[in-house]
C-alpha cells in the first residue's frame, strides 16, 4: 500500500478532519526515532503508539513514565505491550502491559499497532492494514534491505559466477573445483565480491551505510569478522561472515580437501561468538548477524574431474544445509539469522 493510499484513507476515516493528517505525521516521525531502540522483526507482542489531537492523555498518566530523553529503555524489549503516546512537543510516554481498550475507535486519536510483523492504524472506526514488508516494519526497513540485497546478490553474482572478483574462485572454468595455495584463498575472493556489491548496491540507493571489511568486533581479543555494516541514523549493525562449501584443488591438480556441512556449523559457532562480542562491545546498538554459505558442491569428484553431468554438477542446488540442533540459534534468539546459502552452478555438460 502506498503512503498516499493509507493518508487518504485515515483523512476519511476522520471525516476530513485534517487533525488526523498531522497527527499520521507525527506518529510517521516518531515512530523513525523509536525504532532507533526497537527492532521491530525482533519483536513478538503488541506495539502501540498514539496521538491525541489535543494531547490529551489518553491512559492513567500515574501508571506511565516519561522517555523523551531515556529511549535507551526501549532497548531489548522484545514482548509484552508497549504503548507510546506523542505529543506535539516532542514528549513521550511510556505504559507498559497495560489494557489497549481504550485506544480503539476514538474520534479524537489517530493509533499505530504493530503486532508479528503486520502494521495498521486505528482510524476513528476503521482499521487500516498497511504492512508493506513480510518481516519488520515499514519505518524501520535497514534490516530488510540488506536481506533484499543479499537475494540480489545471490541470484545475479554468485549463481552463474557473474561478478569478476568472485570468478576468481575457482580453480578451472567449469567452475567444478575452488582455487586452493595461497593465503586466504578462495576467500578473499568472495569477501571483495560481497563487499563491493553491498557497497554499491545500498549506497546507489541512497542508504546512508558504512561498510567494513574484517572489522574486529571484540576488543579485548580481536576477532575479524568478514563484513559489518553500520546504519549510524538507524542505529543499527549487521555482522556479515563467509563460509563455502566444496572441493578445493590444489595448483599441481589435486584434490586438496573438502568442505561440507560441518563447516556451515563451524561458522554458525563463529558468528555466535561475532554476535555475543559485539553485543558486549556495543550494549546500545540493534544488532544482527548473518552467516552467508556460498554452496559450490558438485557430486562425485575426483583428481580426474574435468567435466560434469548436470545431475553432478546440480545434487547439492536444492539441499539444504544440515544444521546441528545445539546451533539452530536463529530460533530463540532474536537478531541471529538462518544461515543463508547462496547455489554456484558449475558448468554442466
Not at 14 to 29: C, G, P, V, Y
Not at 35 to 64: A, H, L, M
Not at 232 to 257: F, M, P, Q
Request: proline share 4%; net charge negative.
Amino acid at each position: 500500500m502506498s503512503q498516499e493510499n493509507y493518508l487518504i484513507q485515515v483523512y476519511k476515516a476522520f471525516e476530513h478532519n485534517e487533525e488526523s493528517i498531522r497527527a499520521l505525521d507525527k506518529i510517521a516521525t516518531s515512530l523513525n526515532d523509536i525504532y532507533r531502540y526497537i527492532e521491530p522483526s525482533f519483536f513478538q507482542g503488541d506495539f502501540f503508539v498514539v496521538k491525541n489531537f489535543t494531547d490529551g492523555i489518553v491512559i492513567d498518566p500515574s501508571k506511565g513514565i516519561e522517555i523523551q530523553f531515556e529511549k535507551n529503555i526501549l532497548l531489548n524489549k522484545t514482548s509484552g505491550i508497549l504503548i507510546i503516546q506523542v505529543f506535539d512537543n516532542g514528549k513521550l510516554i511510556l505504559w507498559e502491559n497495560e489494557k489497549a481498550d481504550n485506544l480503539f475507535g476514538r474520534p479524537d486519536s489517530l493509533v499505530y499497532h504493530f503486532n508479528h510483523n503486520v502494521e495498521k492504524f486505528y482510524a476513528n472506526k476503521e482499521i487500516i492494514d498497511i504492512t508493506a514488508t513480510s518481516v519488520g516494519s515499514r519505518y524501520a526497513t535497514q534490516f530488510i534491505e540488506l536481506t533484499n540485497a543479499l537475494s540480489t546478490y545471490s541470484k545475479k553474482k554468485i549463481l552463474h559466477s557473474s561478478c569478476p572478483h568472485f570468478s576468481q574462485s575457482w580453480f578451472d572454468v567449469s567452475r567444478i573445483f575452488f582455487k586452493g595455495g595461497g593465503k586466504n584463498i578462495p576467500e578473499k575472493f568472495m569477501q571483495e565480491s560481497l563487499y563491493e556489491f553491498l557497497n554499491t548496491y545500498l549506497t546507489l540507493r541512497g542508504i546512508s551505510i558504512e561498510v567494513l571489511r574484517e572489522f574486529n568486533v571484540d576488543s579485548d581479543k580481536p576477532k575479524p569478522v568478514d563484513l559489518r555494516i553500520h546504519w549510524r541514523e538507524a542505529n543499527r549493525v549487521a555482522l556479515i561472515e563467509i563460509k563455502w562449501l566444496g572441493t578445493v584443488k590444489k595448483d599441481d591438480g589435486t584434490i586438496s580437501y573438502t568442505h561440507g556441512n560441518p563447516r556451515a556449523n563451524s561458522g554458525i559457532t563463529q558468528v555466535k561468538g561475532y554476535f555475543d562480542s559485539a553485543h558486549g562491545d556495543m550494549p546500545t546498538t540493534i544488532i544482527k548477524s548473518y552467516l552467508v554459505v556460498i554452496d559450490g558442491r558438485p557430486n562425485n569428484l575426483t583428481d580426474g574431474t574435468a567435466t560434469i553431468s548436470h545431475g553432478d554438477g546440480m545434487h547439492f542446488k536444492d539441499i539444504e544445509i544440515a544444521i546441528d540442533g545445539d546451533k539452530k540459534f536463529h530460533e530463540s534468539i532474536p537478531g541471529f539469522e538462518k544461515p543463508i546459502r547462496m547455489f554456484a552452478t558449475p558448468i554442466c555438460t
